[in-house]
């Protein structure tokens, strides 16, 4: 997954800018919209909390998101396991004073840090199911909010599965069901479905909204 990262991310990256071949163009049709919804969903989410809030976001890629939260004036950590990922956030904040921790880093393996709230977007993507209880287990102990996104199966997500085949790596599919029981597993009760309407369902812990 490293390997992968470290070689994609900028291509990755793109779908923030106009730069792309024909096929990341058509790849976005795909993709974009869930992007950026599930992030306006977090930040929407995010403004629930204290200010002199602690956010650690998981999979944080090239920081866009966590550079946002950092702006937004809390405390932010952003874990992510592409070294190449990581110089890439850590170039856009050379210059600006933020409350922000970029860190190479398996985030499977990784202890967390007390905090207020925990973001995974894009990372349950690529973990089985293993890895993901190993995540769950963690925040169960901090007892701190969430909100995971989780790929399920439909057309845009079978077009996403099939590029990322095709580069190099594999998309885990997740039926709500099987988020609940995931959850459940783990003594993780208070789990609330955000959004079924992309791609992805998007999920949180202790924030009031519909249950899954």
Request: aromatic share 12%; proline share 2%; glycine share 4%.
């Amino acid at each position: 997954m490293k390997h992968y990262w470290d070689r994609e991310i900028e291509k990755f990256d793109k779908i923030y800018e106009n730069e792309k071949n024909i096929l990341e163009r058509f790849i976005d049709i795909f993709r974009k919209d869930v992007i950026f919804e599930r992030a306006e969903i977090v930040f929407r989410f995010a403004g629930k909390l204290d200010s002199n809030s602690t956010v650690v976001d998981l999979g944080c890629g090239t920081g866009r998101q966590a550079i946002k939260l950092a702006r937004m004036g809390f405390k932010v950590y952003g874990f992510d396991i592409s070294e190449r990922a990581i110089e890439l956030a850590r170039s856009q904040i050379k210059d600006e004073k933020i409350n922000l921790d970029f860190e190479n880093c398996d985030v499977v393996k990784k202890e967390y840090p007390e905090c207020e709230l925990i973001v995974g977007l894009g990372l349950m993507d690529y973990l089985t199911t293993d890895e993901i209880l190993l995540i769950l287990r963690q925040i169960k102990q901090l007892n701190c909010r969430f909100i995971f996104s989780f790929p399920y199966r439909c057309i845009k997500s079978y077009i996403r599965f099939l590029y990322r085949y095709l580069t190099g790596t594999k998309i885990y599919f997740h039926s709500p069901e099987e988020i609940s029981e995931l959850f459940r597993s783990v003594g993780i009760d208070n789990v609330k479905m955000i959004s079924e309407n992309l791609s992805a369902s998007v999920v949180a812990h202790n924030f009031d909204e519909k249950p899954v």
